[in-house]
C-alpha cells in the first residue's frame, strides 16, 4: 500500500473557491479565473509516494509546490480532492485529529529553518516531543540523539543565532527527526544554503535515508537537486503537475516544451546513467573478452560522469555488469559522447502567453549548476 | 446643514447613567479607591529613605551598581524636596492604573492580532481614546465618581491603554510567520502556539508596549491631579495656577525623576522576563571588557531578599512610629475626633486664604482635613457630590451662576462671609489717562485689542463679553481672552514699575477686586441692576457661617478688615498657599488701577440692595446633624488668637492646644517666624490675619442662637 496518495487535489484561493475548482474542472484556464481575482494555486494534483521513497516535486517560485506541500499535512485545507496517508483521509480530520497526526506522523522541515530563537538548539530539536507531551527528560534523551544523527552532537546548549545556516538547518531536520514521525515534508529546505553545504545536506540526508527508510517529499526549485534526490520526480507548472516520472524519464523524455527547456542545462553526465546509454555488446564476444577490454566496469546505476575518466586511457567500450557480474552491456566513447550531446529535442521558445511570467529556466539552471 | 444636537444627547445619556447605574460606579469606585489605598499603604508607609533603598534593590536587579546609586539618590532627593508622600501617592496611582490598563490591554491585543475582524473594530475605538481630550472624559468622571482618584485612574486608563493593545497587536503580529507556521505543523494546538511561540517572541515588543502604557499613565498624572488624584499631579497643577514658579519646578522633577525610574526599570524588565531579553543582556554583559562590575546584576533571590528584608524594617518601623504618633493626640481640644473633613477651593487668592485658614482651624480642633484644589466644574460637583465637604470661595450671583444653577439642589449656601465685591477691569497704574471703561474707548491699539481675562469657567467672562463691550461701545476693538486669575495677573507683576507709560503688558486686566477704595469712579449707571434679583440672604455681611451642630454656627470672619489674606491689589497680601509651600512668602507689588463703573456696587455683578459676594458652600450633611463639626455644647470662649485660650464646654472645660508656643502674640509682630518650617509660616500668617481681625472682632464666638434662617434648597438630612 502506499504511504501517501493525493487525489485530484485543487487549491484556490479567492471567492468562491468551489466554483472556481468547477469552472478548473470544465477546462477554464486560470489566467480567466484571475481575472475575477481568484487564483489557482494547485489544480488537479494526484500522486502516490511509497513507502521509504523520496518523491520530490520541482517547479519554479509561484508553481504551487509549496501550496501543494501544505495541503500534505493539513496546514492548507484543499478546495477539492482528497489527502490519504497510510489509507486514513486527512481532509476528513477534525481539527484536534488533524493535529495529532502533525504531531506523531508527519514533520516537516523549513526553507528558512523556522527554528524558535528564544529556544536553545536542544530544546528547538525536543519541540515535536514536547507537542506530543513526552516527559522532559525522554525527549530531551531523544532529541540529543537526533542531534547526533545529524552531526551537531555537543552543540545542545547553543543558540540558534550562534549556528551557521547549515547547521541551523541540521538543527531544523533533526528537530523533524526526532518524533519518528514516518513522513518527512521537506519545504524547499536547502535552498537557502550556500551550495558546498546544500551538497553536503543532500548528501547525508541520502546518508540517513538509506538507514531510515523514511518517507520524504521535499520540494525545490532546483533540477539538479531533484536528479539528485529523486526517487521520483513530479514537475510543476502554473499549479499544475505536468510530468512525473524517474530523473531520466524526465530527462529523457521531456513530455513537453516547458519540461524540455527546463532540463537543457541539467548537467547530464550526473542524471544520465551508464544503464541508459548503454548498447548491446557486439554478438559472438564474451564476457570475460569484454571484461578484459574494457578499461572500467561499472554498473547500470552509474552516472555517466564516471566513464570520462577510463574513456581517457582507452579507447575501448566499458562494460556495464549486472547484479552477477555478467555483462549486461557495453558504452562505447561514440555512445557517451552522443549521449551527452542529445539536447532537448525542442528549442526553447517565447511563451506564447504574455501575462504567465515564468523566469528563463535557462538562467535558473545555470545559476544552480554553477553553485552545485 | 442641521445642528447635530450631538452634544445633548450625550447630556441626556450622562443623566440618565449618573441617576440609574451609581451602582456601578460606586462599584468601580470602591474597586480602584480600594486598590490605590492598598497600593498607597504599602508604597507611602515605609520610612523614605527604606523605599528608596528598596527602589535602589530593584534598580539593582534590574540594570546594575550605577543605576541603583542614581536611584536612591533620585528619591533621597524627592524626600529631601518634601514630597515624598506626593511622590508615593503618585506612583501608587500609575501602578494601580498601570495594572488595570496591561490586564485589559494585554488580552486584547492578544484578540486583535488573531482576529481581523476584531482588530479593524478595535482601531478607532483606540483613536478616540488617544485623541479625545481627557477633559472632556475628566469631567463626567468626576459626575460619576466624584473628586478623587478614581476619575484621574480612569482618565489614565483611557489614555494609556491604546499603546499597550497595539505593541500587543503587533508584536504578536509580527512574530514570524514561518515560526508560527512550523509551531502549527508539528501539531501544536492554538493556545499553544500562543503561549510557547508567539507571546515569547512579542514579549520584547509588548514589554515597549507596558513601558509606553506606564510612561503615559506618569504623563497623565497632572490631569489626575486637576480631577482631585492627589500626588505630584496636584501640586504641579496647583503651582502653576497659581504662578508658584518654584513648586512646579520642584514637582516636575519629581515627577521626572519617577518617570526615569519606571521608564528604566519597565525598559530592563524584558531583560528579566523574556529569553530572548536574557539572550541580548548575555551579550551584552559577554561584550563589556572594562568596568565589568558595572553589569553585575544579583540574582531574582537576592534581589528579593534585600527587598523584603527593607521592607520588613520599613515596615517594623511604621508600626513603632504609628504607635508614638497616636499617644500624642489624644487631647481635651480634640472635638473633632479625627473626623475627616474635606476642602476644595479654586485657586484664587482669597478662596486659597480662607481654605488654609478652614484648615488650620479644624485641624486645631481635631479635625483631619483634606484640601483638593480644583477648578469650578469639578469643585461645584464634587460639593454636591460629597466628596468635599465645604468650599468658600464661591461668587454669587454672578461669576459662578452656572454651577449655582445646576448644584443649587444639592448645595446649602451658608452665607455670604465676604462682601460686597464688585467685578471689575483694571489696568496697570503707570498707564496714563486712562480711569474709566468709557476711556478705553479708541485706545484698542495700546492694549493689543486684548482685554485679559480670567478663568473662562467664570459666569463674569460671559457677562464682560456680552454686556459690557456693548454697553461701552468697545465691541469689535477689545476681544476678551480668558486665562486664569493668577496668569492674568502674573505679566502685570513682571512689569517693571520704573517704566512706565509704553512698557511691555499695557492692558485692561480683568479683576475681581475687592477694595472699595482703590475704585475709580465711573458712569456705571447702565450696570445697576441689570441682573435678576439676588438670591443670597445677606445678613451677614461680613462673615460666613459655618453650622457646628444644632444650633451652633461658627463665625468666620474673613473681611476686608483682615488686610491679608487674598486681597489682590494692596501689595502686602500674604499668599498662604505659597507660605505652606514653602515657597516664596508674598507676591511682588501690583500696582493697579481699577476701572469700575460704580463705587457702590462694582461693576459687574452689581444687584440691587444685595452686592457681589463670597460665598460659603457646603454640602447638606453638614448642615444637618449628621456630621457636625463639633459636638453639641461646647462653646469657644475666646478668639484664637492666644496660646492655651479656653474652651468652655456647658459642663466642662478644654484647653486648646495650640502649636505655635513662643510665637509672639502682639499686633503687628511681622517678620517673626516660628520654628516650623510649614506650620510655622501658616500660623504666622494666621496670626496676623487674626490680630487684624480683632480690630474689628474681638473675639470669636460661638453663637448659640438658633441658625438664622438660611435659604436651604434642600432640607437637612436630620436634626
Do not use: C
Not at chain 1, 523520496?54 to 501544505?70: A, D, E, N, Q, Y
Not at chain 2, 478688615?561 to 494692596?570: N, T
Amino acid at each position: 500500500m502506499s504511504r501517501l496518495q493525493a487525489e485530484h487535489l485543487y487549491k484556490v484561493f479567492g471567492r468562491r473557491p468551489d466554483q472556481a475548482v468547477r469552472k478548473l474542472e470544465g477546462g477554464t484556464h486560470r489566467d480567466e479565473l484571475r481575472a475575477d481575482g481568484t487564483t489557482a494555486a494547485v489544480i488537479d494534483a494526484s500522486f502516490t509516494v511509497e513507502p521509504g521513497q523520496i518523491f520530490v516535486v520541482m517547479g519554479l517560485s509561484g508553481s504551487g509546490k509549496s501550496t501543494l506541500l501544505r495541503m500534505l499535512n493539513g496546514l492548507l485545507e484543499p478546495t477539492a480532492g482528497r489527502v490519504l496517508f497510510d489509507g486514513q483521509d486527512l481532509t476528513a480530520l477534525s481539527p484536534r485529529d488533524l493535529r495529532s497526526v502533525r504531531s506523531n506522523k508527519i514533520s516537516m522541515v523549513f526553507q528558512h529553518f523556522a527554528l524558535f530563537p528564544h529556544r536553545s538548539v536542544l530544546e528547538n530539536a525536543a519541540y515535536g516531543l514536547e507537542v506530543q507531551g513526552v516527559p522532559r527528560a525522554e525527549r530531551e534523551a531523544r532529541a540529543a540523539e537526533a542531534l547526533e544523527l545529524t552531526g551537531l552532537a555537543g552543540w545542545e546548549k547553543s543558540w540558534p543565532d550562534e549556528l551557521s545556516g547549515g547547521m541551523q538547518q541540521r538543527v531544523g531536520l533533526a528537530r523533524a527527526l526526532a518524533t519518528d514521525a514516518d513522513l518527512l515534508l521537506m519545504d524547499e529546505s536547502f535552498s537557502a544554503l550556500d551550495p558546498l553545504i546544500r551538497r553536503d545536506m543532500q548528501d547525508q540526508l541520502l546518508e540517513l535515508q538509506k538507514r531510515l527508510k523514511k518517507t520524504i517529499v521535499f520540494i525545490t526549485h532546483d533540477l539538479n537537486e531533484a536528479m539528485r534526490l529523486g526517487d521520483r520526480i513530479a514537475v510543476m507548472r502554473d499549479g499544475e503537475i505536468v510530468q512525473q516520472g524517474t530523473a531520466e524519464d524526465i530527462l529523457v523524455r521531456p513530455s513537453n516544451d516547458y519540461v524540455a527547456s527546463f532540463i537543457q542545462d541539467v548537467d547530464r553526465s550526473r542524471v544520465l546513467t551508464a544503464g541508459s546509454i548503454m548498447e548491446a555488446p557486439e554478438t559472438g564476444r564474451s564476457d570475460e573478452d569484454l571484461l578484459a577490454e574494457a578499461p572500467a566496469t561499472v554498473t547500470s546505476e552509474t552516472p555517466i560522469a564516471e566513464l570520462f575518466t577510463p574513456f581517457s586511457t582507452s579507447g575501448a567500450a566499458v562494460a556495464v555488469t549486472g547484479e552477477e557480474g555478467d555483462v549486461i552491456g557495453v558504452v562505447p566513447r561514440e555512445r557517451l559522447l552522443a549521449a551527452l550531446g542529445e539536447e532537448p529535442q525542442v528549442e526553447p521558445q517565447e511563451d506564447p502567453r504574455p501575462d504567465t511570467q515564468v523566469p528563463a529556466p535557462r538562467d535558473e539552471a545555470k545559476k544552480v549548476i554553477a553553485g552545485a | 446643514m442641521p445642528r447635530l444636537s450631538f452634544g445633548s444627547w450625550v447630556e441626556d445619556a450622562v443623566d440618565w447613567l449618573q441617576s440609574n447605574l451609581t451602582w456601578i460606579f460606586d462599584f468601580i469606585k470602591t474597586v480602584l479607591g480600594g486598590m490605590y489605598d492598598g497600593v498607597n499603604a504599602v508604597l507611602g508607609g515605609g520610612e523614605p529613605l527604606l523605599m528608596a533603598g528598596i527602589f535602589a534593590v530593584i534598580a539593582f536587579w534590574l540594570r546594575g551598581v550605577i543605576p541603583a546609586v542614581a536611584t536612591f539618590v533620585g528619591f533621597a532627593l524627592i524626600d529631601s524636596l518634601a514630597l515624598w508622600d506626593e511622590a508615593m501617592a503618585t506612583l501608587s496611582l500609575v501602578v494601580v492604573a498601570a495594572v488595570i490598563t496591561i490586564v485589559i490591554a494585554v488580552p486584547t491585543g492578544i484578540w486583535a492580532a488573531r482576529n481581523s475582524r476584531v482588530s479593524s473594530a478595535l482601531r478607532p475605538v483606540l483613536d478616540v481614546m488617544q485623541t479625545m481630550p481627557a477633559f472632556v472624559y475628566l469631567i463626567p468622571g468626576v459626575m460619576f465618581f466624584g473628586v478623587g482618584v478614581t476619575p484621574g485612574v480612569i482618565a489614565t486608563i483611557v489614555f494609556a491603554m491604546p499603546p499597550g493593545v497595539r505593541m500587543t497587536e503587533l508584536g504578536i503580529r509580527q512574530v514570524d510567520s514561518e515560526l508560527v507556521e512550523a509551531a502549527e505543523a508539528f501539531g501544536t494546538s492554538p493556545k499553544h502556539t500562543l503561549t510557547r511561540v508567539q507571546l515569547p517572541l512579542a514579549l520584547p515588543t509588548i514589554m515597549a508596549g507596558i513601558n509606553q502604557v506606564i510612561m503615559l499613565a506618569l504623563s497623565m498624572v497632572v490631569i489626575g491631579g486637576m480631577a482631585g488624584a492627589g500626588g505630584l499631579g496636584e501640586k504641579v497643577y496647583a503651582a502653576i495656577t497659581q504662578l508658584q514658579v518654584g513648586l512646579a519646578a520642584e514637582s516636575g522633577i519629581a515627577v521626572v525623576i519617577l518617570a526615569m525610574y519606571l521608564d528604566r526599570m519597565t525598559g530592563a524588565l524584558n531583560e528579566r522576563v523574556s529569553p530572548l531579553g536574557r539572550r541580548a543582556a548575555a551579550k551584552v554583559a559577554a561584550g563589556a571588557r572594562r568596568l565589568k562590575f558595572t553589569h553585575y546584576k544579583p540574582g531574582t533571590a537576592v534581589a528579593m531578599t534585600g527587598v523584603v528584608v527593607l521592607a520588613l524594617v520599613a515596615g517594623g518601623l511604621n508600626i513603632a512610629g504609628s504607635s508614638d504618633a497616636k499617644g500624642s493626640q489624644a487631647d481635651a481640644s480634640d472635638v473633632g475626633q479625627g473626623q475627616k473633613i474635606n476642602m476644595g477651593y479654586i485657586p484664587w487668592d482669597e478662596g486659597i486664604a480662607s481654605t488654609f485658614l478652614w484648615k488650620e482651624i479644624l485641624e486645631q480642633r481635631g479635625y483631619e482635613t483634606g484640601i483638593t484644589q480644583l477648578d469650578a466644574g469639578p469643585l461645584y460637583s464634587g460639593v454636591a457630590r460629597g466628596d468635599i465637604d465645604f468650599q468658600t470661595d464661591s461668587w454669587l450671583p454672578t461669576t459662578h451662576k452656572d454651577y449655582w444653577d445646576k448644584y443649587s439642589d444639592q448645595l446649602d449656601d451658608m452665607g455670604a462671609w465676604y462682601g460686597p465685591t464688585s467685578l471689575e477691569l483694571t489696568v496697570p497704574s503707570y498707564v496714563k489717562g486712562i480711569d474709566s471703561l468709557e476711556d478705553l474707548k479708541g485706545q484698542g491699539k495700546k492694549f493689543d485689542g486684548k482685554i485679559i481675562g480670567i478663568e473662562a469657567s467664570a459666569g463674569m467672562m460671559g457677562t464682560l463679553n456680552k454686556k459690557v463691550l456693548k454697553e461701552y461701545g468697545l465691541e469689535g476693538e477689545y476681544k476678551v481672552v480668558s486665562s486664569s486669575t493668577s496668569s492674568m495677573l502674573q505679566p502685570r507683576e513682571r512689569d517693571p514699575e520704573r517704566r512706565p507709560g509704553q512698557g511691555a503688558g499695557r492692558r485692561p486686566r480683568l479683576a475681581e477686586e475687592e477694595r472699595r477704595s482703590r475704585r475709580q469712579a465711573g458712569p456705571g449707571a447702565g450696570w445697576r441692576g441689570r441682573l435678576a434679583a439676588g438670591q443670597g440672604r445677606g445678613q451677614d455681611r461680613q462673615h460666613g457661617l459655618l453650622p457646628l451642630g444644632r444650633g451652633h454656627r461658627l463665625h468666620l470672619p474673613l473681611a476686608e478688615h483682615a488686610g491679608g489674606p487674598g486681597i489682590q491689589d494692596d501689595g502686602q497680601a500674604a499668599r498662604p498657599g505659597s507660605a505652606l509651600h514653602g515657597s516664596r512668602a508674598g507676591p511682588a507689588r501690583r500696582p493697579v488701577r481699577l476701572l469700575a463703573a460704580d463705587d457702590a456696587q462694582g461693576l459687574l455683578g452689581p444687584v440691587q440692595g444685595q452686592p457681589h459676594r463670597s460665598r460659603f458652600l457646603v454640602r447638606p450633611h453638614l448642615a444637618g446633624a449628621e456630621r457636625p463639626l463639633v459636638r453639641q455644647g461646647h462653646r469657644l470662649a475666646r478668639g484664637p488668637q492666644g496660646p492655651g485660650q479656653e474652651v468652655q464646654g456647658q459642663d466642662h472645660r478644654h484647653r486648646v492646644e495650640r502649636r505655635d508656643d513662643g510665637h509672639p502674640q502682639q499686633e503687628g509682630a511681622q517678620g517673626v517666624r516660628p520654628g516650623g518650617r510649614v506650620q510655622g509660616r501658616l500660623l504666622q500668617h494666621l496670626v496676623d490675619a487674626a490680630s487684624s481681625v480683632r480690630r474689628s472682632w474681638p473675639r470669636w464666638r460661638w453663637s448659640s442662637r438658633r441658625a438664622a434662617p438660611a435659604r436651604r434648597r434642600s432640607p437637612p438630612a436630620a436634626g
